[in-house]
């Protein structure tokens, strides 16, 4: 079992900036995919961004990337999302996941866990 724990959602002004961090426990974590999705109010639950546990191997949706960075510390069993040039658009409620295959998928149905997520609010 993995429980995943997010931190660091908040409200921030549009072109502003925000850290997200997910905090792993439990067995082997260290060795999954990490992921962010994303839920918005009313839509669909959307892939933001994805990291294998090595590191190596990063995937980015077209809408965030140039802006966001995903990042692992497996040391600390935690990854983190750094959110740059923050748009009214990327308001959601972000969820970390983990996938323990290591596939480095952009679906949600190929992560086994989830955290409870944490809310991100940018302001126009």
């Known amino acids: 079992q993995v429980q995943l724990v997010e931190s660091g959602g908040g409200l921030v002004q549009a072109g502003g900036s925000l850290r997200l961090s997910c905090a792993a426990s439990?067995?082997?974590?260290?060795?999954?995919?990490m992921g962010w999705f994303r839920q918005a109010p009313g839509k669909e639950r959307e892939f933001v961004v994805a990291?294998?546990?090595?590191?190596?191997?990063?995937y980015y949706a077209d809408s965030v990337k140039g802006r966001f960075t995903i990042s692992r510390d497996n040391a600390k069993n935690t990854v983190y999302l750094q959110m740059n040039s923050l748009k009214p658009e990327d308001t959601a409620v972000y969820y970390c996941?983990?996938?323990?295959?290591?596939?480095?998928?952009?679906?949600?149905?190929?992560?086994?866990?989830w955290g409870q997520g944490t809310q991100v609010t940018v302001s126009s």
């Open positions: 996941a983990a996938d323990s295959l290591d596939l480095t998928g952009t679906h949600a149905y190929e992560y086994d866990y």
């Open positions: 439990g067995r082997a974590a260290t060795y999954y995919t």
């Open positions: 990291i294998s546990w090595s590191g190596g191997s990063t």
